[in-house]
């Protein structure tokens, strides 16, 4: 079975950078579009980025473009989401998803999650 382990969430200040990874074991990642949502206390999951299985088709939500970068090593079977210039508004927990079929910013079509990692940001 496809399994996703998400890791390298932290507390970082304002204006800081973190590199979220997506290790995914199982099935050769190139199978996948890979993604990333994220959740914010009371707020429901929210779409972040997207990533076809060769490293095209890629799409990001409007408040985060300009300062993430989602991408990946087919090689190592590990998805990356390089997060620049964090707001406090980043703060949620984030979590790696992978499909198998076409899909693009909806929650439902990924079949395949991580656990969730940890970003806090604060001053």
């Known amino acids: 079975q496809v399994q996703l382990v998400d890791t390298g969430g932290g507390l970082v200040q304002p204006g800081g950078s973190l590199r979220l990874s997506c290790a995914v074991s199982?099935?050769?990642?190139?199978?996948?579009?890979l993604a990333w949502f994220r959740q914010a206390p009371r707020n429901e999951r929210e779409f972040v980025a997207r990533?076809?299985?060769?490293?095209?088709?890629?799409t990001y939500a409007d408040s985060v473009k300009g300062r993430f970068t989602i991408s990946r090593d087919n090689t190592k079977n590990t998805g990356y989401l390089q997060m620049n210039d964090l707001k406090p508004a980043d703060t949620a927990i984030y979590y790696c998803?992978?499909?198998?079929?076409?899909?693009?910013?909806?929650?439902?079509?990924?079949?395949?999650w991580g656990q969730g990692t940890q970003v806090t940001v604060s001053s």
């Open positions: 998803a992978a499909s198998s079929y076409g899909a693009l910013r909806s929650s439902s079509d990924y079949e395949h």
């Open positions: 199982g099935r050769p990642l190139n199978n996948y579009v």
């Open positions: 990533i076809n299985a060769i490293g095209g088709g890629i």
